[in-house]
């Protein structure tokens, strides 16, 4: 079975860009969240998406968003780039449902580079 | 407030037992996780304890919970060079928010 799987695995862009970061859940998971991983901070949660609804959002941005399509994948998209974007963007997924608890299973991430 | 802290490394070597610390101040805690991230890797998810064990075993894994003090351990029996990661201790809150609070992670080295 395979996993979660994030495109692209790099991504170099400059300041003001506008980045897109894709997430396909492992199948049959329905919920899809977004982390940051950047230097020295450790993981900070930024959204979860269940059956195509924002759930919950962390403490970012509105420069932050993202969605989910009818088939689960999702997207994170990051308008106007700052150097401080620059970090590991891990997306996990995990069976769905809006209440309790569900392990969620991380992919292996999209480094962004901002130049 | 939410809060988890973990100490930042720790070495051993291969065939002896590991044991990684992590505590958390929030009380309404009500699952915690350990993950692993080797280099260049996403997180693996290693186990997970509900707060109304004491203890959970899985082969050569032992977590340890103690509410009181809110602390978490993770014990690693026989550990090999392919232990060698970073360990990440994360906590959820009952209800509908589904956002795991992380320790900054223990790199576990493992020396032959």
């Known amino acids: 079975e395979a996993g979660v799987t994030q495109s692209p695995t790099h991504l170099i862009k400059t300041r003001g860009q506008q980045a897109t970061l894709r997430c396909s859940p492992i199948?049959?998971?329905?919920?899809v969240y977004w982390y940051q991983q950047a230097l020295g901070l450790g993981l900070q949660f930024l959204l979860w998406y269940d059956e195509g609804e924002e759930r919950n959002r962390g403490n970012f941005p509105p420069r932050f968003s993202g969605r989910q399509f009818p088939n689960y994948s999702s997207e994170l998209n990051v308008n106007a780039l700052e150097l401080e974007d620059s970090a590991l963007y891990l997306c996990?997924?995990?069976?769905?449902?809006?209440?309790?608890?569900?392990?969620?299973?991380f992919g292996d991430g999209t480094r962004l580079s901002i130049l | 407030g939410e809060d988890v802290e973990q100490s930042l490394f720790l070495s051993v070597r291969e065939g002896d037992s590991s044991v990684i610390n992590c505590t958390y101040t929030d009380s309404s805690s009500t699952y915690l996780y350990w993950y692993k991230q080797e280099p260049g890797a996403g997180l693996q998810l290693l186990t997970y304890?509900?707060?109304n064990m004491d203890m959970k075993q899985d082969q050569r894994l032992t977590v340890l919970l103690n509410k009181k003090d809110k602390h978490l351990s993770l014990r690693i029996a026989d550990t090999q060079t392919g232990d060698s990661a970073i360990y990440f201790c994360a906590e959820s809150h009952a209800g509908n928010n589904r956002k795991l609070i992380w320790g900054l992670g223990t790199s576990l080295a493992v020396n032959p």
């Open positions: 199948s049959g998971h329905t919920s």
């Open positions: 996990a997924s995990s069976l769905g449902g809006t209440g309790g608890h569900q392990p969620q299973h």
């Open positions: 304890i509900f707060s």
